[in-house]
């Protein structure tokens, strides 16, 4: 997931590839991390989309885009649920 982040995830494909069902990989998964694979992959998403608001002059939508999300508002309301703060909140606070 770490390698692919920005791609769809297909859960019934990641499960194949530990040869494991995909309620066991849900389970395990949870058991080794304390997040589901969405919250997971969301979590590296948002790492990644602010690494980029603090490197990089791109606007929202582009960032949102690249670190994986369909569209920019489900990228800002995951953003403000998980960081406290919008994207260009975020921005403006930490960007020197």
Not at 37 to 48: A, E, F, K, M, N
Not at 60 to 84: H, P, Q
Request: charged share 25%; net charge positive.
């Amino acid at each position: 997931m770490q390698a692919n982040f920005r791609q769809p995830v297909e859960l019934r494909w990641l499960a194949s590839r530990v040869h494991q069902s995909l309620w066991y990989f849900l389970r395990s998964f949870k058991e080794q991390t304390g997040q589901t694979p969405h919250q997971y992959l969301l979590r590296l998403r948002i790492t990644d989309a602010q690494k980029r608001l603090l490197s990089t002059g791109k606007m929202v939508e582009e960032i949102a885009l690249e670190s994986g999300f369909a569209d920019s508002t489900s990228f800002i309301r995951c953003f403000k649920k998980m960081v406290g703060m919008t994207p260009l909140q975020y921005r403006k606070r930490y960007v020197v």
